[in-house]
């Protein structure tokens, strides 16, 4: 079940643009994620929404901007980058909201470069 | 906090061999244990769960059990296949009941 789409696939971007990611589900789950993936690294938890209010924000700095407009949709919003800013991003749902056994659902993620 | 440690990799193993990752978890309370795996080019995918102490998490050939006396959660196959290749991630939840990750192990079967 992969249920989950994120666009898009790959970006470069210099330190100055201004760039969106996009992740979208269609499996009518009540919590999204952000995720950051490094090289090396464990995932970190960057933001959730559950039930489209955000309940977590893991300190990210603010040049990276959630937006939650519905249920479905999930938004991760780029402003004047750094270098270590490059990761492949990951966005997942799960069905029940934030609960100890769900299983979250995740996206193929967006490769982030920036020069 | 809650954490997990597993085993570094690569893992190397021929095709039919037995496979053991090997993750331990540090936790208060009762978290539930994931084995995800990401596949190239691909978002994570559940692979099997526990959410007490004692369960047995299985599928697709692989198995991982619950334990509490050693706080493990050891994901095992008894004969891997080349599609097997891909990186594994342990996590537990923490008392947010948010998930956290260990680093991965990539497993390579060559044929």
């Known amino acids: 079940e992969t249920g989950v789409t994120q666009t898009p696939r790959h970006l470069v971007m210099g330190m100055t643009n201004k760039k969106s990611l996009k992740c979208e589900q269609h499996l009518g789950h009540n919590a999204m994620y952000w995720y950051k993936q490094s090289a090396k690294k464990p995932l970190e938890l960057m933001f959730v929404?559950?039930?489209?209010?955000?309940?977590e924000n893991n300190s990210v700095p603010s040049r990276f901007s959630p937006e939650c407009p519905n249920s479905s949709h999930l938004f991760l919003h780029l402003h004047t980058l750094q270098p270590e800013d490059s990761a492949l991003y990951l966005c997942?749902?799960?069905?029940?909201?934030?609960?100890?056994?769900?299983?979250?659902?995740f996206g193929p993620g967006t490769r982030l470069l920036v020069l | 906090g809650n954490s997990v440690t597993q085993m570094e990799g690569p893992v190397t193993l021929s095709e039919e061999a037995f496979l053991t990752i090997n993750c331990t978890y540090t936790?208060?309370?009762?978290?539930?244990l994931f084995w995800y795996v990401q596949y190239p080019g691909e978002g994570l995918q559940l692979l099997l769960k526990?959410?007490?102490?004692?369960d047995k998490g299985s599928n697709k050939g692989f198995e991982a059990t619950y334990r509490k006396e050693t706080t493990s959660f050891h994901l095992e196959k008894g004969s891997v296949q080349v599609s097997d290749s891909a990186v594994y991630f342990c996590?537990?939840?923490?008392?947010?009941?948010?998930?956290?990750f260990g680093t991965g192990t990539r497993l390579q079967v060559f044929p």
């Open positions: 996590a537990t939840t923490d008392n947010t009941d948010k998930l956290i």
């Open positions: 929404y559950n039930f489209k209010e955000q309940t």
């Open positions: 526990a959410t007490k102490a004692d």
């Open positions: 936790a208060t309370g009762y978290p539930s």
């Open positions: 997942a749902s799960s069905p029940r909201g934030v609960d100890r056994q769900e299983t979250q659902y």
